[in-house]
């Protein structure tokens, strides 16, 4: 058999080989990953999972993983294992097979766009369904524990109350962080050097979200369940100049809201600990970005 895949006026040709080859080689590949994510981004149960990410970066890692598993990439696989790349996403933010089964949809209605063979496409598909039980809720202790991860049974619960020695209860707890949030942002939001980059943000939703966070990392009640600090800012970081001097001025506003409120030194040296301990996410080097000369 030959499959002839086209894009843009360009025919890929290849001979009866490996599933890669037949499907057209490398051009076919990245083809059919820039038509796939089209998909994706357009199904609103899927995009809200892609916030924030650079899209870029993750078509070429999703080509990379396609070509090895259709048999024309190593001959292993150099990247994370399936389930520890999505295991976050289906305990923290609701990924299950409805999310699993759309995508192989997608990717399916993607290769028969494109013009692929209809016995190629069900091999496809046989690959597809193979990696369902790694998207099955019901059977995450069992992927966890072949991973290497943590059982969600045997996950950490978070308190009901915060710990009376947390730096949350010292600081005066709820009221003081929401106080705390409420001064800072005004801080931000007149700082020219930072106020750009929360154009367009429904600063109410913002600020709910930096309570939650805050309570969290000073070891307050409940459980963070927001982006971690790379997901939420990498893209800002590789796309908008983010950087150490942004850091260091939104830690310098809190530090400075903290004195306002007239928190004793020691807990803002602590508090600060915490802050400092998250600099390096905001290096430009930590993600191969070569700083402005």
Known sequence: NTCIICKQ???????????????GGSAAVNAA??????????????????????????????AMFL?????????????????????????????KLLHFNRVCQHLLDTLLELGVAEAD??????????????????QYDKNAEAAGLPKLAAAKQPPAHAAPDSLYTRIGG????????EIFYKKVMADG????????VDMGRQRAKQVAFISFAFGGPGKYTGRDMVAAHEHLIR?????????DAVAGH??????ELSVPQPLIDEATAIVMSTRDVFDPARYGIKAAA
């Open 121 to 138: 496409v069900e091999e496809v598909g046989r690959i597809a369904l193979s990696l369902e039980p790694m998207f099955d809720p019901a």
């Open 33 to 62: 990953v820039d038509v796939f994510y089209g998909k994706v981004m357009a199904d609103h149960h899927l995009a809200p999972f892609f916030e924030g990410v650079d899209m870029k970066r993750q078509k070429n890692k999703q």
């Open 67 to 95: 070509t090895y598993v259709f048999g024309g990439g190593p001959a292993k696989w150099d990247g994370p294992a399936m389930f520890a790349t999505h295991a976050h996403l289906i305990r923290e933010r609701g990924l």
């Open 174 to 181: 709820a009221p003081a962080v929401q106080a705390a949030v």
């Open 193 to 200: 050097l930072l106020s750009p980059y929360f154009s367009g």
């Open 239 to 247: 796309n908008a100049g983010l950087g150490l001097p942004h850091f």
């Open 254 to 259: 809190l530090v400075a809201t903290l004195h």
């Open 9 to 23: 006026g360009t025919t890929i040709m290849a001979t009866d080989k490996s599933l890669f080859q037949r499907l």
